[in-house]
């Protein structure tokens, strides 16, 4: 193997045949990643010593803030994170010339049962919560999807995931955040303390300070999911089962998955404890075929079905093949052989992949791939496909609907009505002929501005500042980096993730 990448050259190897790199080096080095994690996980329970650790933790960050107030202020905070570690593919040059402040705050904190609500430090990660919360029979309303993503980024940024109709992004499940601020000192906000900071916080993408912990509600926890597949075709039929489905209170979960322009799965899903032994299907098991495979057989065979997939399992249900991004990685990371073989170690961490892509296949993902999801009224829904499917033709297409309410804040409905929207969810490589990734984006961008629809903030933004302050409400948002004096301490939201500020 040695040999063969000195004489193919090892950038090579990266970029024509990155699975021999991810296979051999990645997915063993992952798996060191994830024991590490969750041996600390189980020691930090056992001595019970997060709570006891955590005022201390934040005192240092106080520390490292005013320090920097000592020195002159001269130069933007950020958190010390490397950019690798981040799930968002955008690589932060920020990091290197900003003062970076030192957080190290992981821990679950407190699950407060009366007032059904788990206290959490930011760098917690979704399957270190779920695998928390699941045996004390609690969860959260809304899990987003990847195993790595935390809550900090899921604050600072969004969250969705199928339950989202119901309990809206991941920041309406929030009851109260605590910051640091610019200053160095420690504040508590919620609907009722600092209500202005708590609407302003979400999107801000550390903006405002550093997040050091925040309040979740819990709702009790149930064995399993009940799924019902349907197969559903012709595009105006898609979406209005689509948004009739999400309308309903009963489905706990609504999903859809588009497979081509007029094919499509539409999936709905209620929570139980109970279950038809013959139906049970363990898809998390890591020999189970991907579940976007799964699915789609469904839509081969032209029948419904119904399963019971264990909750936990179906949280996590994109987790092992990276929604579908891992096929393009590893062609044959579906094979029955591979799965059985090999299927436990994967997938890669998000985070080893960033660290290792280098220079060029930085470059190729960023002119021949495309990771967007942007949200969309529903009642946009159809005209939306028909743009992503001409500007993009990615497929398949993930469909999440979400309510949106009418709170202050970067992101809120254009009437004063609770609206309903839909996450559209592109990833991979664009087949449309005339994909060029700048040109093609900002048409897609200026698409979801006509629409009044957001871009999520994790993916690669072409807007100029005009455009994106169209796009987000920052009234609020510019009112509080004043009265809090984070203009000499953060930069501006657009300045961090826009591509136009950072060439």
Not at 141 to 154: C, F, I, K, Q, R
Not at 430 to 443: D, L
Request: proline share 5%; with cysteine; net charge positive.
């Amino acid at each position: 193997l040695l040999l063969w990448v000195r004489h193919r050259g090892l950038e090579a190897v990266l970029v024509h045949h990155r699975w021999v790199f991810v296979c051999f080096f990645l997915l063993p080095l992952s798996i060191l990643f994830d024991i590490y994690y969750q041996l600390r996980a189980w020691a930090v329970w056992r001595l019970h010593s997060a709570p006891r650790q955590h005022a201390q933790r934040v005192r240092h960050i106080q520390e490292q803030v005013r320090e920097w107030k000592k020195e002159g202020s001269k130069r933007y905070m950020c958190t010390g994170r490397p950019g690798w570690l981040t799930v968002s593919l955008r690589v932060g040059k920020y990091k290197k010339t900003h003062k970076n402040i030192m957080i190290n705050l992981m821990d679950v904190l407190e699950v407060d049962s009366e007032r059904q609500v788990v206290r959490v430090e930011p760098l917690v990660s979704m399957g270190q919560l779920t695998a928390y919360l699941n045996p004390m029979g609690w969860t959260i309303p809304v899990v987003p999807e990847l195993d790595d993503l935390t809550v900090g980024g899921l604050i600072m940024g969004t969250g969705i995931e199928s339950s989202s109709h119901i309990y809206g992004l991941f920041q309406h499940i929030c009851v109260a955040y605590e910051l640091v601020l610019a200053d160095g000192s420690l504040v508590r906000c919620s609907p009722t303390e600092n209500s202005d900071l708590f609407y302003a916080v979400p999107w801000s993408c550390g903006t405002l300070g550093f997040l050091v912990a925040a309040e979740i509600k819990m709702i009790p926890a149930k064995k399993y999911v009940k799924i019902h597949y349907e197969p559903v075709r012709g595009l105006q039929k898609i979406c209005e089962k689509f948004t009739e489905e999400s309308k309903k209170k009963e489905n706990n979960f609504v999903e859809g998955l588009m497979y081509s322009l007029d094919e499509a799965v539409i999936m709905t899903g209620v929570l139980t404890d109970e279950a038809e032994q013959s139906k049970i299907n363990r898809i998390g098991n890591y020999y189970k075929p991907w579940f976007f495979k799964h699915v789609e057989k469904y839509l081969k065979a032209d029948r419904t079905g119904v399963e019971y997939i264990p909750s936990r399992h179906y949280y996590h249900r994109h987790t092992r093949s990276i929604f579908w991004e891992l096929q393009d990685i590893i062609p044959f990371g579906n094979n029955p052989v591979f799965r059985y073989l090999f299927g436990w170690m994967v997938p890669p961490k998000i985070s080893l992949l960033k660290l290792t892509q280098g220079e060029a296949i930085r470059k190729l993902y960023e002119q021949h791939h495309v990771v967007q999801d942007m949200l969309v009224p529903i009642r946009s829904l159809e005209k939306s496909i028909q743009t992503f499917h001409v500007d993009l033709n990615v497929y398949p297409i993930w469909l999440c609907p979400f309510i949106l309410p009418n709170n202050p804040g970067m992101v809120h409905p254009k009437g004063n009505e609770t609206e309903l929207y839909v996450d559209i969810g592109a990833y991979g490589e664009p087949k449309s002929k005339q994909f060029e990734a700048r040109a093609s984006m900002r048409q897609m961008e200026k698409f979801v501005r006509s629409v009044h629809g957001f871009q999520m903030l994790y993916a690669d933004c072409y807007m100029t500042r005009e455009e994106f302050w169209d796009m987000f409400d920052g009234s609020l948002y510019h009112k509080l980096r004043e009265e809090m004096n984070c203009k000499d301490a953060f930069p501006e939201v657009y300045d961090k993730i826009c591509k136009a500020a950072r060439h």
